[in-house]
């Protein structure tokens, strides 16, 4: 047997081993796509091809931790109802023995290219890292092709997770870097026929432009035209906590600016969060027929006592967010949940129309353990308003400080810890909760809080409570379980 063969055989036991375990955890997420045993972490491939959408994903399938991960993969025609395919990619070979790690797929020649990162630590434990190529006529069973880009001068190891797009009879990749002086830097490549690649420059970061002090290494970039502009999405590490920003260990979140293909240079502006909550990572995008920029993330972030989770007694740990569809409005970036997931929705939704007039008044609803929830028409005019959710989350808005607020008992310790961000007012908040998480989308996606939690079996509350006199309309679905 070869070593992927090998490799193949010892997933497919583990899954026989621990498939009716993971199963049976209630933690078990009913619409949100999660390993089938094992680990996952970021987004890796995502696509549309020949009408079906590829969402590959890091996998580590022999434990619940980090390691030489594989490319799992899932299909689906419709970003709702997805199939869990057999391994796209197994860390076989000498160029990528200790993982193969994240990256981005392209159309070329009605063949699907996968480029990735070879991770390699050799004896020492002094890593190496190769962008590597495999290609697919079928897109299930890949060809490796090996290592196509080496390590420049002036970075260390940490050079991954290879993007790759097509513009002007071109083809780019942004690379996630560390320069040798340990900052955080983006870097370019460009190619006529994807196996050729010459490097370009350091598109930010690096000892140049804005993002020079901003962190010891970029991962996950994605570059892309949205809107008029071009967005730039990564994800530093190293940032320090600043006011409300940056609470997270690592961050992700985007640029807007101006690419120049000839040039390959790349003017922007500040940096931006793009989601609030606790878990949110290594976000990676693509493009559909219908012209939509879909965007997919890690529920989680790397280093935050990910051990304590308890989905770990199940065998598995981790999801992925909802799909999302990116608009910029000015240089602001909104999501939404993609349209497609209303067909989750279960018969009509419940309307109500709320009034809260007492002086700290609560009405309590059982939704179920997986629901959407849209509260709008909010008219709040003084004092706080906040919901409850399962008896494990709270969001609160206070009206007098404009600031958000979602708070959850820790999964750590039960302490109640806080997100917050500043919103001049709330006209509507839409809410995903599955079984074990939260996707709050404000204000048409303006603002977005993405969260692990864990809810009791039992509580399928959400508590409605105002300081002072507050009008809404609540409508909400319960939720297919697609997953
Ligand atoms: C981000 C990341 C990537 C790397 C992958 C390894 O979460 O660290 O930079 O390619 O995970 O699983």
Redesign the pocket.
Known sequence: MTSDQQLRAKVTEELAKHKSMVEQDSYRLHYHLMPPVGLL??PNGFIQWKGTYHLFY?WMPFKTG?GA?FWGHFTSKDLVNWQHEEVALTPAEWFEKN?C???SAIEHEGELYLFY?G?VKNENDERESYQCLATSRDGIHFEKNGPVITLPDGFTAHF??PKVWQQDDRYFMVI?AQTEALKGAIVLFQSDDLTDWKWVRTLTGGDSGKLTDFGYMF??PDLFHLDGKDVLVF?PQGLKPDGMKYQNVYQAGYTVGAFDPKAGKYEHNKFIELDRGFDF??PQTTTDDQGRRLLFA?MSV?DQDEQMHPTIKHKWLHTMTLPRELQLKGDKLYQAPVKELENLRKGDAVVEEVVLNNHVKQVERAYGQAFELLVEKVELDEGWFELTIRHAARIIYSSEQRVLTLERKSYVDGVIEKRQCQLEHVRNLRLFVDTSSIELFMNDGAEVFTTRFYPTKESEQVTFATSEECRFKVKNWTLAKVT
Do not use: L, V
Request: hydrophobic share 10%; net charge negative; proline share 5%.
């Open positions: 972490n970021d890091q980090h991960k993982g790690y994240s990256g990162t991770n991954r997770d996630g991962e996950c994800s990572y290594a890690w790397p």
